[in-house]
């Protein structure tokens, strides 16, 4: 029965990812944000690592032990957008938000073999159940670390974190494959919300900031 409750937990290394050199631009762009990140978060910079992943959509992955990936394509992106993806992914480390979806699907599973030796086949329900309550958990830990993004990235000098959060989703989102994942991971077994609601959980936004008008002459 571990086999369907293990899947769901996040490999430790992601497909294609790969150290950059310590040298590279854009390591040192996404370490310099990390470091902010991590210190506007209240936790320790020098316990958090990173690596990269090889693809040009705009994402991000926090594993275990403050262990990080993020793409290519996101470290191509302005500052603002690299700031917002990375506090969201601190956040997740702040909130141990690892942790506790590996605890719950492996809760789940062991529940279910219990069940199992009681009642046999009805271990079997762990093939179904586990993955919806997994899931489900998994977007509120999306819109959670949302919120938790918003303040990263107001200690870190954004006057406007929401809005930058919003545009940075957006940005994540238009960037995406067209056929991003399988079937079975849309619809209520999506590790993600759907973007709408999370906009919409970032509303209000802050006022576009005016430029200056020139005095009339």
């Not at 009642?119 to 819109?143: C, H, K, T, W």
């Amino acid at each position: 029965m571990c086999a369907s409750g293990c899947a769901l937990i996040p490999p430790m290394h992601p497909e294609n990812a790969y150290y950059p050199s310590p040298s590279d631009s854009r390591s040192l762009t996404i370490s310099y944000t990390l470091y902010r990140a991590a210190q506007a978060s209240g936790d320790d910079p020098t316990r958090y690592s990173f690596a990269f992943i090889q693809t040009a959509a705009v994402t991000a992955f926090a594993a275990d032990d403050a262990t990080f990936y993020f793409s290519d394509g996101l470290a191509r992106q302005s500052q603002r957008c690299i700031d917002a993806i990375v506090a969201q992914k601190v956040a997740h480390e702040i909130l141990g938000h690892a942790g506790q979806r590996r605890t719950l699907t492996l809760s789940l599973t062991a529940g279910f073999a219990v069940l199992g030796l009681i009642a046999p086949g009805l271990g079997l329900a762990d093939l179904i159940v586990n993955p919806l309550i997994v899931r489900a958990f998994s977007r509120e830990q999306e819109m959670e670390a949302d919120q938790r993004a918003v303040e990263i990235l107001r200690d870190m000098g954004h006057v406007a974190p929401r809005r930058s959060l919003a545009a940075a989703l957006r940005t994540v989102a238009t960037t995406k494959p067209v056929s991003a994942g399988p079937l079975w991971e849309r619809g209520l077994l999506a590790p993600e919300p759907d973007l709408d609601d999370r906009l919409a959980a970032l509303e209000p936004l802050e006022p576009t900031p005016r430029l200056a008008s020139r005095p009339s002459r």
